[in-house]
């Protein structure tokens, strides 16, 4: 469904003043873009890991306050292409960033500006006359002369990059310890333009949910895993289908998922030694799905070798990249 169609679908016009619209969240992997977004949003609805890289799908989660409405999109780190994937991924951010009022652009607060930044902070710099916010993240990791610090160091990089004006604002934030995030909230808002509601409130995501089964279900599968799988691994809901005749009060869901990896020795990671880590991540996703779904679910879990499904056109089409 395009924006349009959707602003078409839009509940009744809200109080004189309230503004809503499409804020993006860009930086390198790891820069807390995941957290972040599930700090603003209040619930969980992108994955996060400790490994780089795991954001694949544009997750939107709604902030909605009794003055303004954001629609917050978390992008997977803008990068050097690498691989296909690497480049679809990089088209998909450019066309996310077209469409959005306001970018906040991560940086960590415990990590030295490297070139990645720059090479990101030119990328937002040529997608032209959006605003970018700087958000220096994570700053319960450091002390405050450090915070100080990189909040400079983050100033002169704007003013490199954008010329005289730099980043149209710079704001540090913890999203672990709840620090200045609502304040993050207030400035995208006021970057926004004066309208309704763009989505009815409560409503938490705007992807289908299968993209969210999938997200857990990935996040289980990667849990403790070494460093280069995240880069491996594709997850596909092949159907999510109520179970015949259960009752009313007694549904059960069957979802089907298949699980795609490069090589037979990652599938023999992802299952384990008798299948028993398999049926771990089945157990920890099927937990996150059912309290997703709101309803109890059997959960069956295949792993199958797609090989260089990275840089295979066809097998990325087919795996809804
Ligand atoms: N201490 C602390 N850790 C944080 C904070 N925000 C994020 N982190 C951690 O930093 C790591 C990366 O955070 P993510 O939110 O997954 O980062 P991301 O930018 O979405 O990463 P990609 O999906 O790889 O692009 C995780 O281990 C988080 O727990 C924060 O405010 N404080």
């Known amino acids: 469904m395009s924006k349009s169609n959707k602003k078409l679908a839009m509940p009744a016009p809200k109080a004189e003043g309230f503004r809503a619209g499409f804020a993006v969240l860009a930086g390198r992997p790891n820069a807390g873009k995941s957290t972040l977004t599930n700090a603003l949003v209040g619930q969980k609805v992108a994955i996060t890991s400790a490994k780089p890289q795991t954001t694949r799908h544009t997750i939107r989660g709604l902030v909605h306050r009794d003055t303004f409405q954001l629609v917050l999109v978390d992008t997977p780190g803008l990068h050097r292409p690498r691989t296909l994937l690497g480049k679809r991924l990089n088209d998909l951010v450019a066309d996310t960033l077209a469409e959005v009022d306001v970018i906040g652009f991560c940086l960590p607060a415990n990590e030295k500006i490297g070139p990645g930044d720059r090479f990101i902070a030119q990328q937002l710099a040529n997608v032209g006359k959006k605003p970018v916010i700087a958000i220096v993240t994570k700053t319960d990791t450091v002390d405050r002369q450090a915070v100080t610090d990189q909040l400079i160091a983050v100033d002169k990089l704007g003013r490199d990059v954008f010329g005289e004006t730099g980043f149209a604002a710079v704001v540090p934030v913890s999203a672990v310890e709840d620090f200045q995030v609502e304040t ?32 857990l279900i990935r996040e289980a599968a990667l849990e403790g895993v070494r460093d280069e799988l995240p880069h491996s691994l594709a997850v596909v809901v092949e159907e999510i289908i109520p179970r015949e005749g259960r009752s009313e009060d007694n549904p059960l869901l069957d979802v089907r998922v298949n699980l795609y990896v490069e090589r037979p020795s990652q599938k023999a990671i992802i299952i384990g030694k008798g299948g028993a880590r398999l049926r771990d991540v089945g157990t920890t996703a099927r937990k996150g799905i059912e309290a997703l779904l709101g309803t109890k679910i059997y959960l069956d879990l295949h792993v199958k070798v797609a090989k260089d499904w990275q840089r295979d056109p066809k097998q990325l089409v087919k795996l809804g990249f």
């Open 184 to 215: 993050l909230a207030g400035v995208f808002a006021s970057y926004m333009p004066e309208g309704p509601a763009l989505y009815p409130d409560g409503h938490l995501t705007d992807e289908p949910e299968a993209v969210m089964v999938a997200e």
